[in-house]
């Protein structure tokens, strides 16, 4: 079964950084398009960050643009998630997924829902 393991989620004050990162678990995700989704308490999972299997092309949601970084490394077959300038808003369950690669552009909105992780926490307090 694919799947994706998150960890270095955890508790921050506002203005602080975190590193996520996804690993994957009985499968190698070096040559797949690979998506970071967030899910705050009461509200829907949005889409946060892609990056394509190349790492050519990289997406960001507005609201974290010049604050997240993500990134490859497939000597360690993980993508990472640097997270900087932390808001309260930000906390929230950070998941990622196989997303679509599409002539070398990650499309954030078709995610292989089969691949979710079971996320970690992301808490950022005032």
């Known amino acids: 079964q694919v799947q994706l393991v998150e960890s270095g989620g955890g508790m921050v004050e506002s203005g602080g950084s975190l590193r996520l990162s996804c690993a994957a678990s009985?499968?190698?995700?070096?040559?797949?398009?690979i998506g970071w989704f967030r899910q705050a308490p009461g509200k829907g999972r949005e889409g946060v960050s892609c990056?394509?299997?190349?790492?050519?092309?990289?997406y960001y949601l507005d609201s974290v643009k010049g604050r997240f970084t993500i990134s490859r490394d497939n000597a360690q077959k993980k993508v990472h998630l640097q997270m900087n300038g932390l808001k309260p808003e930000g906390t929230a369950v950070y998941f990622c997924a196989i997303v679509a690669d599409f002539q070398d552009r990650c499309e954030i909105g078709a995610v292989d829902r089969d691949s979710w992780g079971q996320g970690t926490q992301v808490t950022v307090s005032s």
């Open positions: 990056i394509s299997s190349s790492a050519d092309f990289t």
């Open positions: 009985g499968f190698n995700l070096e040559h797949l398009a």
